[in-house]
């Protein structure tokens, strides 16, 4: 087994979790779109788009339990959030950059596997 014997993909295993995190669909698209500072939820929403306010509180809520947003409180009225990537959600957008730029790159030919696989496309047989 590679790496020393150690299993990389038990249960509770650091890889594990780590891939958990960006297989959420909103997790990475959350990050993302806090990349470039602080954003209220409203303006999140508006960015991302197809999230439901609910959707959005569940992920931030997700992501600050596990270390990767903050959330800012402001004692004003009408009552302000702001959420913010800490310095652990700045380390993920690498990876989701270059998970982005695979997609980029693959994404056509896995929208071309799962048409042949449902039927929706001839498999070309050419030599």
């Known amino acids: ?3 020393g014997g150690v299993q990389l993909f038990i249960a509770d295993c650091q890889a594990r979790l ?3 995190l960006v297989a959420n669909t909103w997790n990475a698209v959350v990050v993302w ?3 470039h500072g602080p954003r209220r939820p409203g303006q999140l929403r508006a960015e991302i788009g197809g999230i439901s306010a609910k959707v959005l509180t569940e992920t931030l809520r997700r992501l600050e339990f596990n270390g990767l947003v903050v959330r800012r ?3 004003e009225a ?3 959030v702001e959420y913010e990537l800490t310095d652990l959600g700045r380390t993920l957008l690498g990876p989701i950059e270059a998970f982005g730029e695979w997609a980029h790159a693959h994404g056509e030919e896995v929208m071309d596997a799962q048409d042949r696989w449902t039927g929706r496309a001839p498999v070309d047989t050419s030599p």
Do not use: K
Request: aromatic residues 14%; proline residues 20%.
């Open 73 to 75: 409180s402001y004692a």
């Open 78 to 80: 009408p009552p302000r």
């Open 18 to 20: 780590a891939f958990d």
């Open 1 to 3: 087994m590679p790496n």
């Open 33 to 35: 779109s806090l990349r």
